[in-house]
């Protein structure tokens, strides 16, 4: 297990499912106890990240909770906290409790482990799904209500998903199995962090084969895409790992990059204009929850709006607050991360030469 990504050999991909299928597949290992699940391909680690995408073992712990429930129980919500950061380089066992299975609900909790330790858990709720069919007539009353699709900040009108022959991402972010657009800064000139929104449209490569879980699981795995990153658009941060008065003396290949990646992510146009702005130090995620709404209307794999904003930073913290809509306007699933923010700190020299 030290020098390999999967605990067994990676089965070829299926052409008949999309790729994010292939990416969230589990093995069970029944021979080493009840409900333990690995990995089956190799998980990617973002360039620069200390670990492995945090969507990927989200959406793998949710995958695996999903073998082990009755087919008619749909999951409704999960709590995740990240614990460690998980290597790309190593495979990782999913381990299943099943805390309670009821009439109507079921819970599980999933621990990730690599090298035996917990890098990630979450404890997931199922409910019966039903859809109406075996509802008593007393039962009909309900209180019910949705947060509409937001409109556009132009003219006030509906908002549009990109086509679907749409291609104009570039190169550098469309080798995942989701493609998205690039990310609006909604109330951009605001000096108020708390009321600036981004938006993003989003949506599963190829066509996802598997039904329902299949569908979760890759909401689950793109609802982490750009989230706590929120707050480097709200409060304009410089994000790269060098100062943004080196941009020049870069490489012209290197520079056309971040100019690229800057403007994808809702920055602007100009790297350069972030001089003078604070730099992120270190961000990472510490939670994570998901509250899937309308799982029988979710189809990652046709465009899904996400809108995101932030209540809240403080303390070396901040929190950001996710929706998802589908492109017919209903909101399919709310989320809520907090993560670790710190900006980098000036050098004692520094200090001494912004007090002159």
Same mark, same amino acid.
């Given at each position: 297990m030290n020098d390999r990504s999967?605990? $067994?050999r990676p089965p070829p991909d299926d052409p008949n499912k999309a790729p994010i299928e292939n990416v969230l597949e589990v093995t069970e290992l029944a021979v080493l106890g009840p409900n333990i699940f690995t990995n089956a391909r190799q998980l990617w680690q973002p360039p620069g990240a200390r670990g492995i995408y945090g969507g990927a073992v989200i959406a793998l712990c949710l995958a695996a909770a999903q073998r082990t429930v009755q087919p008619d129980f749909v999951v409704h919500s999960c709590h995740c906290y990240f614990l460690l950061a998980g290597s790309s380089e190593l495979p990782i066992l999913f381990h299943v409790e099943q805390v309670r299975d009821g009439r109507t609900f079921a819970t599980r909790t999933v621990q990730a482990r690599q090298r035996g330790r917990c890098i990630f858990t979450t404890t997931a709720s199922f409910v019966r799904d039903t859809d109406g069919s075996n509802r008593s007539p007393s039962f009909l009353k309900e209180v019910s209500h949705a947060s509409e699709m937001p409109l556009c900040e132009v003219d006030g009108t509906p908002l549009t998903p990109p086509p679907d022959d749409y291609a104009e991402e570039p190169?550098? /972010?469309?080798?995942?199995?989701?493609?998205g657009s690039q990310i609006q800064v909604i109330n951009r000139n605001s000096t108020k962090p708390g009321e600036k929104k981004t938006r993003q449209w989003m949506r599963a490569r190829g066509t996802i084969a598997g039904g329902m879980p299949a569908q979760l699981a890759a909401l689950a795995y793109v609802s982490d895409s750009y989230f706590i990153g929120t707050i480097t658009? $709200?409060?304009?941060?410089?994000?790269?790992p060098f100062k943004v008065d080196e941009y020049e003396s870069l490489s012209e290949d290197l520079r056309n990059k971040v100019k690229t990646l800057h403007h994808w992510e809702g920055m602007g146009d100009d790297p350069m204009e972030m001089i003078g702005r604070p730099a992120i130090g270190m961000m990472v995620s510490l939670d994570h929850t998901i509250y899937f709404h309308e799982p029988r209307k979710v189809k990652a794999d046709d465009w899904m709006l996400t809108e995101m904003e932030s209540p809240w930073a403080g303390d070396?913290?901040?929190? /950001?607050m996710q929706k998802i809509y589908g492109k017919d306007g209903t909101l399919l699933a709310t989320c809520v991360q907090e993560g670790l923010v710190r900006l980098q700190q000036p050098t004692p020299e520094e200090g001494k030469e912004s007090k002159l």
């Open positions: 999967t605990l $067994l190169e550098l /972010v469309s080798q995942g199995p989701f493609q658009r $709200l409060h304009k941060l410089w994000r790269f070396g913290r901040a929190v /950001v």
